[in-house]
């Protein structure tokens, strides 16, 4: 009787594994589909932002407002890339995403511009994926602000530097350049993507941003719980 108890116990624990593991590929097979058509719908935003830019002929004002928000929309396509090919579906490897990110902008710069990205080798850092997106946006407003107002033609060696960390279930992010002082007062600035900057750290990551500026240094440092 008790063999015929234990076999009918391994029977039911198999069968619910059995179910179990159908519903993980379920699951799984639904987030992919789901990453499948945001990535459709982003790219589908895209190309009607850049029809729009191409449009746009005698108002540089607008078609750089347009550029802006395409930009914006590519962070989140590289955040819908690096979840496809990931297995944790909730976090991504930030070091990665920021650098591909800052090299992309750094191509659009129309002159030579190098990147540096200070991390921890060898070791992943992985931050929830809303997180990723908000500093992804942040990447790209700050890092390009560096290009359009940091550089000349005067300027040597320009680069945009970066640095990565975590300490303490924090993230300590930093996002700079060796180029000129642009900003004359960050809390008070009418420029639309500093504040966005500034919401995103402060009051949608509950974080904290301050500006350090000297000749030759400008330094956009950042602290965000995880």
Do not use: C, W
């Amino acid at each position: 009787v008790r063999l015929v108890g234990t076999l009918q116990n391994i029977s039911r624990q198999k069968e619910m594994q059995e179910k179990l593991s159908d519903a993980i590929q379920h699951k799984e097979l639904l987030l992919r589909e789901l990453q499948h058509r945001v990535k459709n719908n982003l790219q589908t935003m895209r190309s009607l932002l850049q029809l729009q830019i191409i449009s746009v002929k005698d108002n540089d004002q607008v078609k750089e407002l347009l550029l802006t928000n395409m930009q914006r929309v590519d962070v989140l396509v590289e955040v819908n890339n690096l979840l496809q090919h990931t297995e944790q579906y909730a976090h991504i490897n930030f070091v990665p995403f920021a650098s591909q990110l800052v090299g992309s902008l750094v191509n659009t710069a129309g002159f030579e511009l190098k990147k540096s990205i200070l991390a921890p080798p060898r070791k992943k850092l992985m931050v929830p994926v809303n997180i990723a997106v908000a500093m992804g946006i942040v990447t790209n407003e700050l890092v390009t602000n560096s290009i359009k107002y940091a550089f000349d033609k005067n300027s040597h060696d320009p680069e945009i530097q970066v640095s990565i960390a975590i300490q303490e279930q924090h993230m300590l992010y930093s996002v700079g350049n060796n180029g000129k002082e642009f900003i004359a007062d960050f809390e008070q600035t009418a420029s639309m993507g500093l504040k966005l900057v500034k919401g995103l750290v402060r009051r949608q990551l509950d974080g904290q941003i301050t500006l350090e500026q000297r000749p030759g240094k400008v330094t956009f440092k950042m602290k965000v719980p995880l």
